[in-house]
């Protein structure tokens, strides 16, 4: 399986090298999903000599993270987290100390 999923990622860079693409090292992660109560140890996979960290959770396109046991939770947890700092800084704009108008408010 480890030599499969090798060449896979060889011939992936190859035709990404032919059409002008790279990999960016850094912000590549793998993730592996099972459903079992214990993983079965994975091997780090190399990418231009560079060893593919493995993870528990992934931001991937549009900003959704995904969980290894197929759970929402840390991207529920994360947009909370997001929402609540927005709302503390439209309250604390809306406090009349600050002198925020109205107008200025709603455009926020």
């Keep these: 399986m480890f030599s499969d999923l090798q060449k896979r990622i060889n011939l992936i860079l190859k ?42 959770t992934v931001k991937a396109v549009l900003g959704l993270r995904f969980h290894t046991r197929y759970s929402w939770l840390p991207h529920m947890k994360e947009l909370k987290a997001k929402c609540i700092r927005a709302t503390n800084m439209l309250n604390y704009l809306a406090h009349p100390s600050t002198d925020c108008n109205r107008k200025t408010l709603l455009s926020l």
Excluded: C, M, Q, Y
């Design 15 to 56: 035709w990404l090298s032919n059409h002008g693409f790279r990999i960016s090292h850094p912000k590549t992660n793998v993730i592996i999903s099972e459903k079992r109560k214990f993983k079965t140890p994975f091997r780090p996979l190399p990418l231009d000599n560079h060893a593919i960290p493995t993870s528990e």
